[in-house]
Structures are given as C-alpha cells and as structure tokens.
C-alpha cells in the first residue's frame, strides 16, 4: 500500500459546483498535514495546513479524519482559475521531511 | 532573496555526463530538502538537511546521486554519469524548521533533461 493515496482523476466539473477528494494516508503517526496546488509546469504551492480537526479559507476546507486516516479537501463554487493538480501530504516530526500523493488533477469548465 | 532560488531553470545534458543542481533556500531557514517529479507523476524525496544533523539521504535513488549544503545555506544535488531516466524536474525547498510542523516552500525547479 502506498504511503499516500489519492484518485488521480482527472475531475471534471463545471463552474459553480462544489467539488471533493480524498486522500488516504497509512502512517498513524503522522502529525500535519497539508494540501498543495501545482499549476503546469510549475511548482507546488502551499494551499492549507491541516493540524486538528480541519481547516476552512474561504472557498476551501480541509478536514482530517484520524480513525479513518484520511483528508479531504472541499472547493465549493468552483472557478476556472481552480483547475489545477491538488497535492496532499503528511509530517511527522520524527521523520522530518513531507511525504506526498500523486496528486489529483481538476478541470473546471464554463 | 525572498523565496527559495533554483540555478539552472532548465539543463540539457548528454547521458553519461555529469551535472549539478543549485539551491538557495529562504534566509534563516533551517531545513532544506530535495525531491524530483518525472512526468505525470508525484514528488519524490531525495535527501533532507536540518541544521547540523547529519542528512537524510534514504531517498537517494542510486550512488550517482549526491548532496551538500555548505554553511548551513546553499546546496548542491549532483548526479554523476546521467542516465535518461534521471529526466525530472528537480525541486528544492526549504522551512524555518523540520516539515512536520511547517509546510515547504519550494523553489521554481530546475529541468532535467538527458538526452
């Protein structure tokens, strides 16, 4: 099993829809968590931190369910400019170093 | 400067050769890191400095590829005797202390390709 785990998709949906992935994670000592955006040929960028029960930034939250080891992140009233590859990943202060998924690829359309 | 800066943007060199990716991280961040990225696929952890601790070097794919990080700043990835299947983007990143408690900020990579 892999480390992390995420659909790969690519979803598409159209403008305005609420959107969510998951992402599953098998070490039970992970610690942070986060979700990351990556553009086309560029490189990831910090989207949210996860550190306990979840996470909201306007449009988007994140939550971290332990008992299932998995996170999730909900983009409501999509726009074009969220097409993007969402990239999640987990720390543990005693490994010190970021594991991530593949990713998970959106495509809003007008 | 300001963000994490990675020299070259992008590399083209003959399989066989020997090349070296710079990186230099945030001002005052403690902990540096490397991953690559193939084509369509995630991000994979080469190696990790902390301070004075001795590296993290578990996800180094092969003895061709190595690292430094002179004083406690810039670091160097060099991957001796290049393979085609080394072509990735090479992505460096940096926190103000180990990733378990902050988020990377990576820098803009560097293009390998072997040809």
């Known amino acids: 099993r892999k480390e992390v785990e995420q659909d790969p998709g690519p979803f598409n949906v159209p403008e305005g829809a609420t959107v969510a992935f998951n992402c599953t994670y098998s070490?039970?000592?992970?610690?942070?968590f986060f979700w990351y955006r990556q553009d086309c040929r560029k490189e990831p960028k910090l989207l949210m931190s996860v550190y306990s029960s979840g996470n909201e930034d306007g449009r988007f939250t994140a939550q971290l369910n332990r008992a299932s080891q998995y996170i999730s992140l909900l983009i409501r009233d999509s726009k074009l400019s969220d097409s993007a590859t969402y990239l999640c990943a987990y720390g543990s202060s005693n490994t010190g170093k970021l594991i991530f998924g593949q990713g998970t690829t959106l495509q809003v359309k007008p | 400067g300001a963000g994490v800066s990675q020299s070259p943007s992008n590399k083209v060199t003959e399989k066989g050769k020997d090349v070296e990716l710079r990186c230099d991280p945030i001002s005052g961040h403690t902990a540096l890191y490397w991953y690559r990225q193939s084509l369509g696929q995630g991000l994979e952890f080469l190696i990790y400095?902390?301070?004075?601790?001795?590296?993290?070097k578990s996800g180094l794919p092969s003895d061709r590829f190595s690292a430094e990080r002179t004083g406690g700043s810039v670091s160097t990835l060099t991957i001796q005797r290049t393979q085609q299947e080394d072509s990735a983007v090479y992505l460096c990143?940096?926190?103000?202390?180990?990733?378990?408690?902050?988020?990377?900020?990576f820098g803009s990579g560097t293009r390998l390709t072997v040809v």
């Open positions: 990143a940096s926190t103000p202390g180990g990733a378990g408690n902050y988020g990377y900020t």
């Open positions: 400095f902390q301070g004075n601790s001795a590296p993290d």
């Open positions: 070490n039970s000592a992970s610690q942070s």
